[in-house]
């Protein structure tokens, strides 16, 4: 049975500790806990591209910054880390990832507890596929995590969906803890199909993922869920994947649902993922508390069926 806390927002703390620093990271934390936020999303490699060490690790000290500073909010919290994806080598990315090994698995998880001043976190990602692995002993070595404590529950991150399986075929047959959770790009806009993303190493959400998700019950977490500002900003080109005749259409959709509903771009995107079926977890980055309290507003909009029927008959 998955217990993962479904249809919240998570916040997103990608660049707390180098593009925000400590006043703007716990102004935005402050105000996420006082909202009723739980999920924080980070991740051992969270931002290498922004640090001048060219290591990640920045985020997850402010997390734990962030609760030495506030005693007892970090029981009432849930903490969602990714390991896998740390450049080992400055300059030497995707190459030099440390990956998904037991050695890795056990490196990375340890540096994470130690950053977020923790002993355990409630969801653990393997942030990228590690094929140079053998997928039975990834299985084991993130079972162990949950063995031993210091993890509650396993996702997958940017993994083939045909991986996500027979991962957790695999841990079923040898009785460990198995994926209980996705992660992928999603949001209203979609893609053309097999278009080159400009982030590397991201993975398109698909209906086939949606409908593993649904039928597995698995909880289904998107990333990128407003586009980095493209809902916000109509002026703004989009980028090249998603610049096309299908994007016109939903966006002209959107406009009709944020009118007749009085609610943001950004809202109606976020209503209609909490919505969906599975329900989603949607990733907000931010980099304002305005902008929080836009995003977090979209947990009160309840989408009619007509608006439902406007989003959903686009093709």
Do not use: C
């Amino acid at each position: 049975m998955n217990t993962i806390h479904q249809g919240q927002i998570a916040l997103g703390a990608m660049y707390f500790g180098t593009r925000q620093d400590r006043d703007e990271s716990f102004a935005i934390l402050d105000r996420f806990a006082e909202l009723g936020g739980r999920w924080l999303d980070t991740a051992d490699n969270y931002s290498f591209w922004e640090s001048a060490t060219g290591h990640g690790g920045a985020s997850e000290r402010m997390l734990g910054e962030w609760f030495a500073a506030n005693p007892g909010l970090r029981e009432q919290m849930w903490v969602s880390t990714k390991l896998g994806a740390e450049p080992l080598v400055v300059g030497h990315w995707p190459e030099s990832m440390e990956g998904l090994s037991l050695a890795a698995i056990d490196s990375a998880l340890t540096g994470s507890l130690d950053r977020l001043g923790t002993d355990h976190v409630e969801l653990l990602w393997a942030h990228v596929e590690d094929r140079s692995v053998p997928l039975n002993d990834q299985v084991a070595a993130l079972g162990a995590t949950v063995a031993d404590g210091r993890v509650r529950q396993l996702g997958a991150s940017n993994h083939a969906i045909w991986r996500v399986e027979r991962a957790r075929a695999t841990a079923s047959a040898a009785g460990v803890p198995p994926y209980s959770a996705m992660q992928l790009r999603h949001t209203y806009l979609q893609p053309v199909p097999f278009a080159p993303l400009p982030d590397g190493g991201h993975v398109v959400a698909t209906p086939d993922a949606l409908d593993y998700a649904s039928s597995e019950g698995l909880a289904f977490w998107a990333y990128n869920t407003l586009m980095a500002g493209s809902y916000a900003r109509p002026a703004r080109p989009l980028p090249d994947p998603y610049a096309h005749a299908d994007s016109d259409r939903r966006l002209a959709a959107l406009d009709r649902v944020a009118t007749s509903t009085g609610a943001t771009r950004n809202q109606v995107v976020l209503a209609w993922l909490l919505g969906g079926t599975p329900p989603i977890t949607p990733i907000v980055g931010v980099s304002s508390v305005a902008q929080l309290n836009e995003a977090m507003e979209a947990r009160h909009l309840a989408l009619d069926a007509e608006s439902l029927h406007v989003l959903n008959s686009v093709s």
